[in-house]
């Protein structure tokens, strides 16, 4: 198990490595830079001049790379030119947000995969099939910006029973009441697409399964079907459904940018589309950084996670 | 041994589920709607609530003086005070942190008497220091504020009394009102904190609780102000950077009042009882189209006066300010002293003599047209001067440009072409305008234009003691016929700011620097 | 809103055969599984947008940039079906001529990508040095959200069909890329393929006559799953304003004109948001269509 | 009276679209009787016993009378059948590897199985547990309660399964093929064990199996399958030494023997000195010389060996049989012979050249000389191919003649295999296993190879087709007269085709020798041990071999 991980890290810090580069060297070349936006169109020659050698455009850009490595190794990720603060407050509050909000879809989007996958196989029933797979198909087939827009028009206008976007007011701990609400069209607008595409692949991988010898076996000893889908066929099918989550996670992360810009969501969508167009070197390198690290993560782990549940690879052994 | 862990995974379905319904059920008794509606709700000027703001752009610490976003502007309009008021409609001073002032008869000095009841958010009294601070800070070029220069050339400061304040200056300078118009008064011993955005303190009606970037600004009432008590409890900003949000923030209940709407959401509020939109006086834009004269063609003012005769100014107004505007020739609004309206209808819409003048230039090469992307008005904007500019025989091509390559190339001059873009401070001092708003700088600007007499007539409406007199309105009469016959930059239409508020907000202003007043604002049904 | 969304591919598992006998039935090709059910629908859902696109210039009443005076914000009425937009511009018109910009996305970029992704996939496939390289670049590259890129990129080019074009390219090449390699490896280890090994056959050789023609079916699963994927890009990108440019009409900056008009104009979006969905759907019943052909 | 355990009466299965269906059987199983169901792929065998547990596949349609105990079982809703499945009647499949749950412990498997009858649970399950390992011989049951699967060896897999068929205690155990999968001395044990069972609990079992050896050694009773229609019925003794009906005969004719003692002495008089034979050979067709192969990657940590030092030589026009069990390296060795895997150290030579160094058209030539024929004919055609374009390929790979002669040639071909040429045109999926087969001989025959190394080659089949098979192999080679090396787990039928045999164990060549010698007169005690271990098909051998399996399970 260890040695599995310790062979699964160093690709990761590379492919972390290579992307500090590519980042750095990508939103130097982005054409632009952060003393116009920063200055505007008035802002007199010296005023140029005294922000870009306050900013440390003015050293050489390798200088500049190292200079981002250093505080990167001391944890230390700079301050923002535009927003103002510390990159790491802005990120935290941005990163807050839009976790809150992916997981929640995530978390929707499992549950109903679970729910609507198990019925679908125990109860094998055609007409039940064909919803399912019609709603399935129909759940993908709407992008993000129609679904968000819908529900907006639907529960915020036309019936106005919840917010129209925005986080709660009072943070998310606080009213936890007021904050479902807050959460649930987001929610839902970014669970619709995973959650429809989890519950293809683990109704699949679940069919699958039950063809298997050992259900053959199960059943020969007298289980009952229901009861070997929930405790034989889902356990099985977890590991591979694991994998798929943790792309789907990544899914909803770059979801999240589109329906966090919809519902005027706080996250760090807006933050880094924000930043890009500021050209806030130090905001830009550290989300872009960000999402590479995350995704990368989310690969490790699912690949910890699948080899975990699957034991033939959590204990080694004979055969 | 580790023991074998059961199946939970029905049980845990179970829970999840049952923690949904939860939810939904605490949901049904206490609706954020609901809490959201809920301000203060008594009848006729009352005490309390708290005043939502929608606003389309965030504050950005480094140039919060910029008068460039409207939490900014908010803020610093609400927290801040400046030393004497405009009115919206005329450019006589009133007094504010000042009470009176005596100008030398040389013009090149200004004394002021300051009122002595006032005291910053942190309770240290306002001295005359303050206004030095405030003046100098302005003069830094980092805060890259319009009135820089005008800052600049304010060389002598008497502080002797706290009280009372005399500045001089290297020159005459008819717009030094609009500078004390202009310049909060800021507290020297937060400045730092100012920088970071963590601190903002003033004197005035409202206190500077929190800011989350990209989220809100949250302010309190400022309970020993020096003035009459707001109403308010308190002011919260919302960032909404989407004006289609904004709308319907405003429609559900999140905000009183939206800053950042589109014209056509306007509209559709003002057509609805259950909101109101106030259009102010004194703050106007200007829209216009720019042309680089480094292009070969543009250099040749017969196509500049083609394009600025071609220009359907009224549709524009019309069809995408919703009629929110006036069609322009020059940049001033009505209350401008350099205003001329005979001389704003110069070049009323012609698309014959436009026609005219291209067929004698001969065929034109297609034109690049640059506009700032995803604004909704300039790209409408942007289609139909295409549109018109077509129909003249002369070819265009869009070019939607991010904002900060926008605003490089504007700087840079190197647009190679047209471009759209809006420009404020025509509603002060004309001067300000040419010495301060950088299309219309004189010794440089993105058009590549320059000509001895526009330079000599801008610092000569600059460097004098009135900018209002009959000698101002000489000079600006020749700076208008500058304007006119060289068309660098072709006005397309005045338009004053106009606020969406539902209908139970009440008393709301906007200041000529283009800050929301709510210092007497209330909520009531 | 990226592949994954869509294309969980799902697991194989062909049913275990009871006995060993001839299997008389035969095995139902990429073409019947468009002929029927599902896949019939998508074709005819597909079918129906590309001809609309196709004959924009005979239905249109209006052109797609034209401007007609005084018909500002109409409403839906015999002159103008879809009404006319806020600078005067027939929405029906634009709609019909903007689906041609989604089938330029989809039917251009897509297979370009998909292209150079198997091309690369292929080299990677057989040299491990190649591959080791390919996979770091296909990691970074799908490292980034779709849109997080999208956004990246537009700010380097500027607006424009052409960086929905680099976008939409950026994004399926290491899609193909990484599925061609997988499919490939997966034949290879076939036992026929080893047996062509073994009578002498070459690299080329056990490629072209083996591992592609065994290889293809799940990679145009994957084309028809990008295609759906290409319209979502596009749509978003245009919703973000880093799409087409103005005036030229696209679904998805269609789309973007009608939310700006939500409240007092929403029969604007209805045709291209009815649009997108017939293609997306199509694209995806295809897909699901052919990769139940092919598990079968 | 009471009634037979299990009774079943003109049964017929038949299904939605064409599938080998049941026509009529008729079997009755009595207390603690064995019952062998005994026929080839499609004779419905299987179908049978799944329709007495009543786990038809869907679609099937089934007609006629089940009883258990006198109780119509056919039928039932699913609901009822869940009662007396696995309670009442329990049945043990061919596969032990996948008739696991991979990722449940055995403890846990067993648990389950209790409880779907209300059985034990918590504590009093897992020493019902316990009880059940102990019961199938597995050593240290506690410890193996916490094993999964994939920890157990094929035979300890299969006793698993058997305790679950037993963990209700069911009055009837229906075993499909139990022993197919597994190596012949575990096979021999499970057998053993099988019978041991039926002695201790008296619980029928009704054993569905191809192999006569296995019939002869665990049956009381025969009931002989075809097309879905018993042909003939009786006591194991008396269908063995009288078998009335034809089609008994030849399923009887077709099992491969092994020597018998007297033709073993013929033939080792018989014998010419082999070593001096090899030396006045010239070069040999294949040479293995100290051969080392290893499995595992460096970096993955684990490397084992599967081939460890082997030399062995096959002279030209001979036959080389290699036997052992799995995991004895022998299919390496063929696959080393092919170039298919990386050799870890010695020397491979096929005609003099060494494989592992010839490149470009050296390789070329040398794959000219050299055909494999894979144990999985399905596999080893290309689905999109027809038959004629996959005995093509090889030609159109070298470029051989023209477009014309080649498909002449694949005519003559298909013919050698005895096949119509019609074949030709028709695709690997629409042949049944025996034909796959033939095509993959003929196909590797295409280029009139010096070397054929053939894996498994009948593995796949019924005894009568591989009886045909191999009857047409040795035929062909004699033709021919190619060198050949034959890979099986079977040593008769290794000893049906091959002059000389190796007998392999962990990558080690125990013993080798002209087959009759080694299969006569074992040097080497592991070949005697898999010798006694095959099943003779023959009843009267069954009580001999008895204490040679007990010696096995102890060692």
């Known amino acids: 198990m260890t040695r599995y991980l310790l062979r699964r890290l160093p690709s990761a810090l590379v492919v972390l490595a290579v992307a500090s580069f590519g980042i750095f060297a990508l939103v130097r070349l982005v054409p632009g830079d952060p003393v116009s936006t920063l200055a505007g169109p008035d802002a007199s020659p010296e005023a140029r001049a005294a922000i870009r050698a306050d900013l440390g455009l003015d050293q050489p850009l390798l200088g500049q790379y190292l200079t981002w490595l250093g505080q990167l190794a001391r944890l230390d990720l700079g301050t923002s030119y535009r927003i103002g603060g510390q990159v790491k407050d802005l990120v935290a509050d941005g990163a807050v947000n839009t976790i809150v909000l992916t997981v929640t879809a995530l978390l929707l989007a499992v549950v109903v995969a679970l729910v609507s996958s198990v019925l679908a196989v125990v109860l094998d029933n055609r007409w039940v099939n064909a919803a399912l797979s019609f709603g399935n198909t129909l759940a993908i087939a709407l992008p993000t910006f129609v679904t968000g827009l819908v529900l907006i028009l639907l529960f915020a206008v036309v019936l106005p029973v ?143 996670v699948h080899a975990w549940l699957d034991p033939r690879v959590r204990i080694g052994g004979a055969s | 041994m580790r023991r074998e862990r059961r199946p939970h995974l029905l049980r845990g379905l179970a829970l999840t589920l049952a923690g949904l319904l939860v939810v939904a059920v605490v949901s049904a008794c206490s609706s954020a709607v609901g809490e959201a509606n809920g301000g203060g709700s008594a009848s006729g000027p009352s005490e309390g609530g708290v005043l939502r703001v929608g606003a389309g752009s965030d504050l950005i610490p480094a140039s919060v003086f910029t008068n460039s976003s409207d939490v900014a502007n908010t803020l610093v309009g609400t927290v801040y005070e400046s030393l004497v008021d405009y009115p919206t409609d005329s450019l006589e001073p009133q007094p504010r942190l000042a009470t009176s002032w005596q100008q030398s008869d040389d013009g090149l000095s200004l004394t002021l008497q300051l009122r002595d009841d006032v005291t910053f958010h942190s309770g240290r009294d306002l001295t005359s220091e303050d206004v030095e601070f405030s003046i100098r800070t302005w003069a830094d070029p980092a805060w890259t504020v319009q009135l820089q220069r005008t800052a600049a050339a304010i060389t002598g400061f008497d502080t002797s009394d706290p009280h009372a304040i005399t500045l001089t200056f290297a020159h005459p300078l008819s717009n030094v009102f609009d500078l004390l118009d202009m310049l909060p008064i800021i507290d020297s011993e937060s400045i730092d904190q100012l920088r970071e955005g963590t601190a903002y303190v003033g004197t005035g009606p409202f206190v500077f609780e929190s800011w989350t970037p990209s989220s809100k600004v949250v302010l309190t009432r400022n309970e020993d102000y020096w003035g009459e008590q707001p109403l308010l409890d308190g002011v919260e900003i919302d960032v909404v950077t989407d004006p289609q949000a904004q709308a319907s923030q405003l429609r559900s209940g999140q905000l009183d009042v939206a800053l950042g709407l589109t014209d056509r959401d306007r509209e559709s509020f003002e057509k609805d009882d259950a909101y109101s939109v106030t259009e102010f006086k004194g703050a106007e834009n200007a829209i216009y189209l720019g042309a680089d004269l480094a292009n070969p063609d543009l250099r040749e003012v017969k196509l500049r006066q083609a394009i600025a005769y071609a220009l359907d100014r009224q549709r524009i107004v019309d069809e995408v300010f919703r009629g929110a505007g006036t069609p322009a020739n020059l940049p001033w609004p009505e209350s401008s002293p350099a205003y001329d309206a005979r001389a704003n209808q110069t070049y009323a819409y012609d698309a014959a003599k436009a026609e005219e003048l291209v067929s004698q230039l001969g065929d034109q090469p297609t034109l690049p047209l640059a506009y700032p992307a995803g604004n909704g008005n300039f790209e409408a904007v942007a289609q139909v001067v295409q549109a018109n500019l077509e129909a003249v025989g002369i070819e265009t091509k869009l070019e939607p440009q991010e904002y900060s390559q926008f605003i490089k190339q504007l700087i840079g001059g190197t647009f190679g072409g047209l471009w759209i873009l809006e420009h404020s401070y025509a509603q002060y001092t004309p001067s300000t305008l040419t010495v301060s708003a950088y299309p219309f700088n004189a010794d440089k600007n993105a058009s590549h234009f320059s000509s001895p007499a526009y330079q000599k007539h801008a610092d000569g409406a600059w460097q004098r003691d009135s900018g209002t007199d009959r000698g101002a309105v000489r000079i600006y009469r020749q700076l208008n016929q500058d304007l006119l016959d060289n068309l660098f930059l072709i006005e397309i239409a005045v338009t004053p700011p106009r606020v969406a508020t539902t209908a139970k907000v009440h008393d709301i202003g906007l200041s000529k620097r283009n800050e929301l007043d709510l210092g007497r604002a209330y909520l009531a049904d | ?254 789309i973007r004109d009608g939310v700006r008009n939500m409240y007092d104009a929403p029969f604007f979006a209805v045709g291209p948001l009815a649009l997108v969905v017939a293609l997306v759907l199509g694209l995806l019943l295809v897909s699901q269509a052919l990769a139940e052909a092919r598990r079968s | ?480 007269g190619f060198a050949c090396i034959v890979i099986s787990h079977d040593l008769a039928v290794v000893n049906a085709v091959a002059d000389r045999v190796a007998v392999l164990r962990a990558g080690r060549v125990v013993e080798s020798g002209p087959a009759a010698r080694v299969f006569g007169d074992p040097a080497h005690e592991y070949t005697r041990r898999l010798l006694d271990a095959v099943p003779v098909p023959d009843p009267t051998v069954r009580d001999a071999t008895g204490p040679a399996l007990r010696e096995h399970i102890a060692s």
């Not at chain 3, 992704?117 to 190649?130: A, C, P, Q």
Request: proline share 6%.
């Open chain 1, 162 to 304: 919840l917010p129209a976007g925005g986080t709660p007011p009072d943070g998310f701990i606080a009213r936890p009441d007021i904050a479902a609400q807050y959460l649930l069209l987001p929610a839902v607008c970014l669970a619709l697409g995973a959650g429809a595409a989890l519950t293809r692949f683990l109704t699949e991988a679940l069919r699958t399964e039950l063809r298997q010898p050992y259900v053959t076996t199960a059943r020969a000893l007298g289980i009952s079907r229901r009861r070997i889908v929930l405790t034989q066929a889902l356990r099985n099918a977890l590991p591979s459904t694991v994998t798929v989550l943790g792309i789907q996670f990544g899914t909803l992360l770059g979801g999240a940018v589109l329906v966090e810009a919809i519902f005027t969501w706080p996250g760090l969508g807006g933050l880094i589309e924000e930043a890009i167009s500021g050209r806030d070197y130090p905001l830009v390198q550290v989300l872009l950084l960000l999402s590479v690290a995350v995704f990368v993560a989310v690969q490790l782990l699912t690949d910890i």
């Open chain 3, 1 to 254: 809103m990226s592949e994954s969304l869509i294309d969980v591919a799902a697991p194989e598992g062909a049913a275990p055969r009871p006995d060993d006998e001839p299997d008389q039935r035969r095995r139902p090709g990429a073409r019947s599984a468009l002929r029927r059910g599902k896949g019939l629908a998508g074709v005819l859902l597909i079918g129906v947008v590309v001809a609309l696109g196709l004959l924009a210039p005979l239905l249109a009443p209006y052109g797609p940039t034209e401007q007609i005076p005084g018909a500002n914000l109409v409403g839906p009425s015999g002159a103008h079906w879809l009404g006319t937009d806020e600078v005067n511009r027939d929405v029906y018109s634009r709609t019909l001529y903007g689906i041609r910009t989604d089938l330029v996305v989809v039917f251009l970029a897509v297979p370009i990508g998909a292209v150079i992704g198997i091309l690369v996939g292929l080299v990677s496939s057989w040299w491990t040095f190649t591959d080791v390289i390919a996979q770091r670049v296909f990691d970074l590259v799908l490292a980034f959200p779709t849109l997080i890129l999208a956004i990246a990129l537009t700010a380097f080019v500027g607006p424009g069909l052409r960086t929905v074009f680099f976008v939409i390219i950026a994004v399926e090449l290491p899609v193909f890329g990484r599925l061609t390699r997988t499919s490939v490896r997966t034949v290879r280890e076939m036992p026929y393929v080893e047996a062509a090994h073994v009578v002498g056959a070459g690299s080329w050789w056990q490629l072209r006559r083996h591992v592609l023609p065994n290889s293809w079916e799940p990679l145009l699963v994957q084309l028809a799953v990008s295609m759906s994927v290409a319209v979502f890009i596009e749509g978003a990108m245009s919703f973000l304003g880093l799409g087409v440019r103005p005036p030229h009409p696209s679904l998805g900056s269609l």
């Open chain 4, 1 to 480: 009276m009471s009634h037979p355990v299990l009774e079943v009466r003109d049964l017929a299965i038949s299904f939605a679209h064409p599938r080998p269906a049941v026509r009529s059987v008729s079997v009755t199983v009595d207390e603690g009787e064995v019952v062998a169901l005994v026929g080839e792929s499609g004779s419905g065998k299987s179908m049978t016993a799944r329709a007495v547990i009543g786990l038809l596949p869907d679609g099937a349609v089934a007609t006629g009378s089940v009883r258990l105990r006198g109780e119509e079982v056919l039928g039932l809703p699913e609901e009822e059948i869940l009662r007396y499945r696995g309670r009442r009647v329990a049945m043990v499949f061919q596969e032990p590897q996948t008739a696991l749950n991979p990722v449940r412990t055995v403890g846990w498997q067993l648990a389950e199985a209790l409880r779907a009858h209300g059985g034990a649970r918590g504590r009093a399950a897992r020493e019902r547990a316990v009880e059940l390992l102990r019961e199938v011989e597995i050593p240290d049951p506690e410890e193996r309660l916490d094993f999964y699967p994939h920890q157990l060896s094929g035979g300890q897999k299969q006793r698993v399964v058997l305790a679950l068929a037993l963990a209700n205690e069911p009055e009837l155990l229906l075993a499909d093929e139990p022993t197919t999968a597994l190596d012949v001395t575990v096979q021999a044990e499970i057998l053993a064990l099988l019978r041991r069972i039926r002695d201790r609990t008296g619980t029928s079992i009704v054993i569905i199996t191809h192999n006569m050896g296995v019939v002869a050694h665990l049956a009381d009773r025969v009931v002989v399958l075809r097309q879905g229609e018993v042909v003939e019925e009786a006591d194991t003794r008396a269908l063995f030494a009288r078998p009335r009906h034809p089609y008994t005969r030849q399923l009887l004719a077709a099992v491969p023997r092994l020597p018998e003692v007297d033709d073993r002495v013929l033939e080792l008089l018989a014998e010419p000195e082999p070593e001096g034979v090899a030396h006045e050979m010239a070069t040999p067709a294949l040479e293995y010389d100290d051969v080392h192969v290893h499995f595992g990657s460096r970096t993955r940590g684990r490397v084992l060996p599967a081939v460890d030092g082997v030399t062995l030589r096959l002279e030209t026009g001979q036959v080389l049989g290699l036997v052992g069990e799995s995991g004895s390296g022998k299919t390496t060795l063929g696959r080393l012979a092919a170039g298919l895997v990386p050799l870890a150290g010695g020397r491979v030579r096929v005609a003099g050249t060494d494989i592992t160094q010839a490149r470009g058209r050296r390789r070329a030539a040398l794959c000219r000389r050299l055909a494999f024929v894979h144990q999985d004919p399905e596999a080893s055609l290309d689905p999109r191919f027809t038959v004629g374009e996959a005995i093509r390929e090889p030609l159109d790979v070298h470029g051989v003649g023209t477009r014309r002669a080649r498909d002449q040639r694949v005519v003559e071909l298909l013919d050698a295999v005895r096949l119509p040429a019609s074949f030709a045109r028709r695709r690997p999926r629409e042949l049944s296993g025996g034909q796959r087969q033939r095509v993959a001989l003929a196909r590797a025959l295409t280029l009139e190879p010096r070397l054929l190394i053939a894996d498994e080659p009948t593995s796949a089949l019924d005894v009568s087709v591989q009886a045909e098979v191999l009857e047409l192999f040795a035929d062909l080679q004699r033709r021919l």
